[in-house]
Structures are given as structure tokens and as C-alpha cells.
């Protein structure tokens, strides 16, 4: 999936701060990010972000295991770019940012208007070194959608508590089922490699 932002104010912007983990230091020429993107995104594109005097655009794309960022607009070759991940460092041009082993993400789409909201919210998710742990809710007797990306090609991931496709793709589709009953309820989801 491409993702593509266009600000003239993208400092400004809590959502653009906390997705992309931005931070300036001008008189460094310095822009630190530290993305916690979508697990379902490959690739976004954030334009005119300002640094100092000028505005800079940068790439990150999903790449196996990392992110790569890097700065495409004309003053690139003076911007420096760090992230606050452990494991960054700058390769080829590029800032590496490791991933976790395994993602997740829920689908996002707006209720119909007057519609009563029906989707799954993820509540907490806590990792280990070998697992990834998710409290889950979402309306009595339905049927989620959970996206699972695993970044690592050489972990096999299972759960007690999903049916895993037995062919492991980089990224996949699960089906989370909630029991019967009334008003939203929440199960624990158990990911481990």
C-alpha cells in the first residue's frame, strides 16, 4: 500500500508526529524519525516537510525486516536523518530502521453515516523477545479482520488461540471470531515464533 502526505505544516500535525515519530533540530539540519506505521503500509511518501530555511520530502519504504528513509528533495545532501529505534543507522544513503519480527494492524474504515460502529479496537499489545501478546475487542458474535505481517521470512509463527494459513506470507489476513453475547467483548491473542 502507498501512503502519501502533503503538508506545508506537517510539524504541526499530532497524527503526522506520532505516526511518522518526527522531530527537528534546525540548526543541526537534522530530522529524527521514529515511524510506527500501519502493519498493511509498504511504502509512504511525506512532502515539504520544513527543516531551518527550506522543506524537505522524504521515502520510506518496507524493505524485509527494516524501513528505509530517505530525503529526495534538493538540499538531501545536507540533511541528516536519525531515528530514536535501536539497531538505526545510516547505509547506502539511507536510514535503516529495524522492525519487530511480527506486526499487526486492524482494518480502518469510517462507519456509514448515522451507522453504529462495529469495528475491532486492539485495547493493549504488550512483546516479548519470542511473542506478541493483543487484547482485542469488538462486537459479541462477529467476525474481525487482524492483519499479521511478519517481517522475518526465517520465523514461523503460530497461536493457540487463531487458525494460521499453513503457507506464511509476509503479510496475511487472520479471522478473529468473537463468542455470542451483547455489546463489545474482548478475547487475547497470542502470537509467538
Known amino acids: 500500500m502507498h501512503n502519501e502526505t502533503r503538508s506545508n505544516d506537517v510539524g504541526h500535525s499530532p497524527t503526522l508526529r506520532g505516526l511518522f515519530g518526527l522531530e527537528w533540530d534546525a540548526p543541526a539540519n537534522t530530522i ?27 521515502e520510506i519504504q518496507r524493505v524485509g525486516p527494516a524501513l528505509f528513509v530517505r530525503s529526495v528533495a534538493g538540499a538531501s545532501a545536507t540533511v541528516h536523518l536519525e531515528s530514536r ?22 482494518s480502518h474504515a469510517l462507519p456509514e453515516p448515522g451507522a453504529v460502529t462495529s469495528q475491532m479496537k486492539v485495547l493493549d499489545q504488550r512483546y516479548s523477545p519470542r511473542s506478541l501478546t493483543v487484547q482485542l ?24 488461540d487463531l487458525s494460521l494459513p499453513a503457507g506464511q506470507k509476509s503479510l496475511t489476513n487472520l479471522q478473529v471470531i468473537f463468542p455470542a453475547g451483547t455489546g463489545y467483548l474482548e478475547k487475547t491473542v497470542t502470537l509467538s515464533w
Open 32 to 58: 529524527r524519525i521514529s515511524p510506527q506505521l500501519p502493519a498493511d503500509w509498504d511504502h509512504a511518501t511525506l512532502r515539504r516537510i520544513p527543516l531551518a530555511a527550506s522543506a524537505i520530502d522524504l
Open 85 to 106: 529505534v535501536p539497531g538505526s543507522a545510516m547505509t547506502s544513503g539511507s536510514l535503516r530502521i529495524p522492525l519487530r519480527t511480527v506486526e499487526i494492524g486492524v
Open 137 to 160: 475487542s469488538a462486537p459479541a458474535g462477529s467476525t474481525q479482520t487482524l492483519f499479521l505481517r511478519v517481517n522475518d521470512d526465517r520465523v514461523k509463527v503460530r497461536s493457540s
